[in-house]
């Protein structure tokens, strides 16, 4: 009801309500009620206009400029450090890629071939071929020596000398 | 940890394994150090043959248009090394000896026996190291009595035996019997 009756003193009520308003109010609690929020609002309306000194009123508005530069000072900031952190590690992760790169080139890298001279590199290829030619008779001759001294005398005897007692004692047909 | 950084620490990783796997050629596992083969034998080598890095590289390159099939194998090897000593009667057994270190030592490491031949005048051990179903080095070892000469044999790279045996087969083996 409190509601109704600031809206009925300052004239906010619809004309119906404002008629039902009236009516309930005989012989009731809210007249006395009524009574004094009129008296309070005439009261008021009583009261000298007062004025914000114009000095308080630009100092408010001062800090509250203030305040809201800083608000967006720091904004900008926090946008631009994001910004900034979104491009420094790819940054940085590139530069120790790069330098890791560089690193494992020099430490792998064999030492550059020193100048040889065409009669060393003939003589090379002369060692070389000997040392082929040397490995594959190595090979032959060990090749006819297993032959000669193992297989001849240990395997292939022995099997012809089985075979030819089998042979030998081979039934009559 | 964001995935950058997982990618920046992936990144790490595969260069540090790259950079760990250039390795030098001692660390090679078909390499064979000769170097103490000088001490133990009275002289000098007779024989050194030293074909590895850059000079292998030369070699290869000037074989190219003369020997396509020689440059084709020697482009798969890293290195060759022969030591190759004078052993008269006396020092047989020791020869003998040394040999037999390397032999053991090589099997101690995974290399595989292909020959051992053991005759009253003459050893011959041939040993490879298999990687990965590959042969990755090759070892010689000829121990001679008298006249005959001993020679220790490293070839380190990608081998194939068959190959070497026919490319081999077309060069004079003469120098041999100068020395």
Redesign the interface.
């Known amino acids: 009801m409190d509601e109704h009756v600031e809206a009925y003193l300052d004239g906010d009520l619809p004309l119906p309500d404002a008629t039902r308003f009236e009516h309930g109010l005989a012989g009731e609690d809210w007249a006395e009620a009524v009574d004094l929020a009129r008296q309070i609002q005439a009261g008021l309306q009583a009261q000298p206009q007062l004025f914000c000194p114009p000095h308080v009123t630009q100092t408010v508005l001062r800090e509250v400029r203030r305040r809201a530069r800083a608000s967006w000072i720091q904004r900008l900031q926090a946008r631009a450090e994001a910004r900034w952190r979104a491009m420094w590690?790819?940054a940085l992760?590139m530069a120790?890629?790069v330098t890791?790169?560089v690193?494992?080139a020099l430490?792998?890298r064999?030492p550059?071939?020193?100048g040889?001279e065409q009669a060393?590199?003939?003589v090379?290829?002369e060692?070389?071929?000997?040392?082929?030619?040397?490995?594959?008779?190595?090979?032959?001759q060990?090749g006819r020596?297993?032959r000669r001294d193992v297989l001849e005398p240990h395997v292939v005897e022995p099997m012809q000398r089985a075979v030819g007692i089998v042979m030998d004692h081979r039934p009559n047909e | 940890m964001n995935r950058?950084t997982g990618?920046?620490c992936l990144?790490?990783l595969l260069?540090a394994g790259?950079?760990y796997?250039?390795d030098r050629l001692e660390r090679d596992p078909g390499y064979v150090d000769f170097g103490s083969l000088n001490a133990s034998f009275s002289g000098e080598p007779t024989l050194e043959?030293n074909?590895k890095?850059?000079?292998?590289?030369?070699?290869a390159e000037?074989?190219r248009f003369e020997d396509p099939e020689?440059a084709s194998?020697?482009r798969k090897l890293k290195a060759?090394q022969?030591r190759g000593f004078r052993v008269d009667g006396a020092q047989f057994d020791g020869a003998a000896r040394q040999a037999t270190s390397i032999a053991r030592k090589l099997e101690s490491r995974g290399w595989d026996t292909v020959?051992r031949?053991r005759?009253y005048n003459e050893h011959?051990d041939?040993y490879v190291k298999v990687v990965d179903d590959a042969i990755a080095g090759?070892v010689?070892m000829?121990v001679g009595n008298g006249d005959d000469d001993t020679?220790f044999?490293n070839?380190v790279g990608e081998i194939d035996?068959e190959e070497?045996?026919?490319?081999?087969?077309?060069?004079?083996?003469g120098?041999?019997n100068d020395w």
């Not at chain 2, 890095?53 to 070699?59: D, E, R, Y």
């Open positions: 590690q790819p992760a120790v890629l890791l790169v690193s494992a430490v792998g064999t550059p071939a020193p040889y060393e590199v003939a090379a290829l060692d070389v071929k000997w040392t082929l030619a040397y490995l594959s008779e190595v090979g032959r060990t020596s297993v | 950058r990618i920046l990144l790490l260069l790259t950079a796997a250039q043959v074909v890095g850059g000079l292998l590289k030369l070699v000037a074989s020689l194998l020697l060759i022969v020959i031949v005759e011959v041939m090759l010689v000829v020679i044999l070839i035996p070497v045996g026919r490319i081999g087969r077309k060069f004079n083996i120098k041999l």
